[in-house]
């Protein structure tokens, strides 16, 4: 099956050389349920899990589709664990302004590319963070919900700054998410 090709025009303009390649989605991907995440880097492409957790896959493409997430910091980077990221104010403390979403718990593990919702004590407060594992998270397992895994990508993934800006000004000008879209948008 022939890979389909979408070309980034806009971002390489506002993101840089990295950005200018065109985005490939993996022979079979539903464009509906694909996330494109912008990195400095370059795209990663995230393949949605409306099968695990439909309501935090209909919050993330709202989002998305709002340009939410354009721009946004990853305010917590921890390695050999994990990238946080989606709060609009830089701090993990902030969300949208939509109402905060149930647990979808499932079996699903998280492994190394997993995307999973970031919450506060209460499982269900879940709201527009989110994170990429580095690595196996197994205590996760079952704790948070999962809604995704990168399908291609990791490698600029791996090249987040770490560090806590927010937390303890390890890192002054952390890394950002040019732009994200839903791969059915982007043309």
Do not use: C, W
Not at 5 to 11: C, D, G, I, R, Y
Not at 24 to 44: C, H, Q, Y
Not at 54 to 70: C, D, M, S, W
């Amino acid at each position: 099956m022939q890979r389909r090709t979408f070309l980034a025009a806009s971002a390489a303009l506002a993101a840089g050389p990295a950005a200018a390649q065109a985005i490939r989605l993996p022979a079979g991907a539903d464009p509906e349920n694909t996330l494109v995440i912008e990195l400095k880097d370059g795209p990663v492409i995230i393949r949605l899990r409306p099968d695990l957790a439909p309501q935090h896959v209909e919050r993330i493409k709202t989002l998305a589709r709002q340009g939410f997430y354009n721009g946004i910091v990853f305010h917590r980077v921890i390695e050999g664990f994990m990238a946080q990221t989606g709060d609009p104010q830089g701090t993990g403390m902030g969300g949208s302004s939509l109402p905060n979403l149930p647990a979808e718990f499932s079996r699903e593990p998280f492994v190394r590319g997993t995307l999973g919702m970031a919450r506060s004590q209460s499982p269900n407060s879940a709201n527009s963070q989110f994170f990429i594992m580095f690595a196996e998270g197994s205590f996760l397992n079952g704790q948070y919900t999962v809604f995704g895994n990168v399908v291609s990508g990791m490698e600029a993934v791996d090249k987040i700054k770490r560090g806590n800006p927010a937390a303890n000004g390890t890192v002054t000008q952390p890394d950002r998410m040019v732009r994200v879209r839903v791969a059915a948008d982007i043309r």
